[in-house]
């Protein structure tokens, strides 16, 4: 399977941590969106809205993380643990999966400014991004994982995320830190140990914060 990515990028690195999860190979392509390749011809083909992650598998192209993540667990796992059957905590991951979209929409809007254009933090998107994480926190209610008592897609999907906030989270200038939530800050604490692929995950964050730290 050819997967199309920029590796800084969290919902990527989402999709990285799943497929390590169930044992899959992707033949992993970067995409340099600073020079424009995901605007090539040859890549609007096989994704017209020009987006990363973009999956092919045998001629099949799906994008958007979390539709890529799902896709690889219902065609490639060996067992539904990461996606249970279960209609009702199917439900909830489903409802987690969209929370993400929300958490890191925020949190992009809030970093972009200050560091793509090297304006001030936005003190209203802050407010909202503050909201985004007391819910979240709430949602966790002091368990180790996002739904249930195991790991599933939900808890890949918002780790690339939080990863993301944490280590954005020490450049200058930016008010929020996971460490004002005691919930949140012990379930990363849990998915640095029990999930496949974090270091990797850390590890591709750390090098894109260097590029904007320069």
Request: proline content about 6%; charged content about 20%; some cysteine.
């Amino acid at each position: 399977m050819d997967f199309y990515y920029s590796p800084a990028s969290g919902p990527c690195r989402a999709v990285l941590m799943t497929a390590q999860a169930i044992g899959v190979e992707l033949n992993k392509i970067p995409v340099d969106l600073r020079k424009g390749e995901h605007l090539t011809p040859d890549y609007i083909k096989i994704n017209p809205q020009h987006t990363v992650p973009t999956l092919v598998d045998n001629g099949f192209s799906v994008w958007d993380s979390h539709a890529i993540m799902i896709y690889l667990v219902e065609q490639h796992a060996t067992s539904d643990s990461l996606y249970p059957a279960c209609p009702q905590k199917r439900g909830l991951i489903n409802q987690r999966l969209y929370f993400d979209v929300d958490i890191y929409s925020v949190f992009w809007s809030y970093c972009s400014c200050a560091i793509l254009k090297k304006s001030p933090y936005d003190p209203e998107i802050l407010e909202k991004l503050k909201k985004q994480l007391e819910l979240f926190n709430t949602l966790l209610g002091g368990n180790e994982f996002a739904v249930g008592d195991t790991l599933t897609l939900a808890d890949l999907s918002l780790l690339a995320t939080v990863t993301t906030l944490d280590v954005f989270s020490t450049l200058p200038g930016c008010e929020v830190n996971i460490k004002q939530y005691s919930n949140i800050e012990k379930w990363y604490e849990n998915m640095k140990n029990v999930a496949p692929g974090y270091q990797q995950n850390l590890d591709n964050i750390l090098a894109i914060k260097q590029y904007f730290v320069k």
